[in-house]
T-cell receptor, first 113, second 110 residues
């Protein structure tokens, strides 16, 4: 039973570029959330996707956008990258209506230079 | 006021001792409470979840919830060096946006 898988594991981009991160949820899960974790901080909620729609959004600018596909997988897109976007990006999945915590992927380490 | 607050630590305990990690939250409507463990450079791993006031035990771990005081804690009995990690408290409020504290770094000294 595959857990949450994320790709790529590491990425280096230049300021101003655009990046796409990918996530496949755990088998049986239908909801995907994305988090940004800066060094020494807790994960910060970016947004959540369910039924291919953005359902909730944290305090992140419109440069951060996403998508969910019919197979429940998801993408996170970040445009016009800033140095401050350097962080570990975590994808988490769960099943709507369940009472268990999210399952996290291993993350994508993004470095903006 | 942050939604979920934790002491950043480090909390240092000797091997075999009880480690006590604390967390407060601001939204009285919070419904579900989670403790995640995160090793350096790794993703968070769910340890415990609790929904009702009182204690919940799972092996060496006990989660305690006091909704009146808006307080949740994690006790780790017989602490081992392998327990050294950052422990993240997380809360679900309303429409299931899991909100994290900044984490407490635990160091278990051999």
């Amino acid at each position: 039973d595959a857990g949450v898988t994320q790709s790529p594991t590491h990425l280096i981009k230049t300021r101003g570029q655009q990046v796409t991160l990918r996530c496949s949820p755990k088998s049986g899960h239908d909801t995907v959330s994305w988090y940004q974790q800066a060094l020494g901080q807790g994960p910060q909620f970016i947004f959540q996707y369910y039924e291919e729609e953005e359902r909730q959004r944290g305090n992140f600018p419109d440069r951060f956008s996403g998508h969910q596909f019919p197979n429940y997988s998801s993408e996170l897109n970040v445009n016009a990258l800033l140095l401050g976007d350097s962080a570990l990006y975590l994808c988490a999945s769960f099943l709507q209506g369940s009472n268990y915590g999210y399952t996290f992927g291993s993350g994508t380490r993004l470095t903006v230079v | 006021q942050k939604e979920v607050e934790q002491n950043s630590g480090p909390l240092s305990v000797p091997e075999g001792a009880i480690a006590s990690l604390n967390c407060t939250y601001s939204d009285r409507g919070s419904q579900s409470f989670f403790w995640y463990r995160q090793y350096s450079g790794k993703s968070p791993e769910l340890i415990m979840f609790i929904y009702s006031n009182g204690d919940k035990e799972d092996g060496r771990f006990t989660a305690q919830l006091n909704k009146a005081s808006q307080y949740v804690s994690l006790l780790i009995r017989d602490s081992q060096p392998s327990d050294s990690a950052t422990y993240l408290c997380a809360v679900i409020t309303g429409r299931r946006a899991l909100t994290f504290g900044s984490g407490t770094r635990l160091q278990v000294q051999p």
